[in-house]
């Protein structure tokens, strides 16, 4: 029965490089990293809704709780791309789940964007150039602080090694 | 109800998101974050679209709170850029930024359009 392995059954003893088809299936995203991501999604949303039902702002005001949210993200995916990077080894879900999932979706790009366009209409110009700019300013120096702080604080663990 | 609808529009959100990033970026053999930049964009434009609607809440919560904040994303953003400054592809950093807010407002004005043409 030569051909069993065949029908669908990838084997590692089959040689992916011999079948380039195969070799694309294997790199198919699998369902559990598509289902880390989207649960993660589900929390890092729900917890964006969260906060921003808990403090509303009105036409014109300064949206802080999207200004924290992004501002937070960002220094939350420096800390976690050095841990999973560059300090240990993580479980291969650990990054698509808090990184893609939950920061992903915790933090947004649209909301930034649609708040800017809706302050410019509701007669707030200077406030909406600063919102666009201060949310840049501290996402970027979010995640310099994040990425910086912990490759600080995990230093003298990695220099302990043998 | 509504903590049901932002669940399942980001349920949907974030691995279209996933999926998009990895295909756009197998189509370009670049440093340029374009996968991010495209999620980004699509995701403003149809924001855009539903605030001029203006869409029910329930609408809102599922497509707008949920799929297109969790389709979009600012720390992918902010860390892609971060790490093509420190990589010293300044260049590359500032056009990321400046291109991605650009396109982002662009987009959602357009949106903003399509929803006052189709509603009239």
């Known amino acids: ?162 | 109800m509504t903590v049901l609808l932002v669940a399942l529009g980001a349920a949907l959100g974030a691995p279209l998101r996933y999926l998009t990033d990895r295909a756009v970026q197998a189509q370009h053999d670049s440093v340029f974050p374009w996968g991010t930049f495209t999620v980004n964009v699509i995701g403003s434009a149809l924001l855009g679209f539903l605030a001029a609607l203006p869409a029910g809440s329930g609408m809102m919560a599922f497509a707008g709170t949920g799929l297109c904040g969790a389709l979009s994303t600012y720390s992918t953003f902010g860390y892609e850029t971060m790490r093509l400054a420190e990589e010293g592809a300044r260049f590359s950093a500032v056009a990321n930024a400046a291109a991605s807010i650009t396109a982002g407002l662009g987009a959602a004005y357009c949106g903003m359009v399509i929803a006052a043409a189709v509603t009239g």
């Open chain 1, 1 to 162: 029965m030569p051909n069993a392995a065949a029908d669908g059954h990838l084997d590692h003893d089959v040689d992916p490089h011999a079948d380039p088809h195969l070799l694309a299936r294997l790199r198919c995203v699998p369902w559990s990293t598509l289902a880390a991501v989207s649960a993660g999604g589900v929390l890092g949303a729900l917890a964006r809704y969260g906060l921003t039902s808990a403090f509303p702002y009105g036409p014109g005001e300064f949206p802080w709780p999207v200004f924290g949210i992004n501002a937070s993200g960002c220094l939350a995916i420096g800390v976690l791309m050095v841990l999973v990077t560059e300090v240990r080894r993580a479980h291969p879900l650990v990054r698509p789940f808090l990184g893609v999932g939950v920061l992903g979706g915790f933090t947004t790009f649209s909301t930034y964007v649609v708040d800017i366009q809706q302050a410019v209409e509701d007669g707030a110009p200077a406030m909406a150039l600063g919102y666009l700019a201060g949310t840049l300013a501290a996402a970027l120096v979010a995640v310099y602080t994040g990425v910086r702080l912990t490759r600080l604080l995990s230093r003298p663990r990695a220099g302990n090694r043998p």
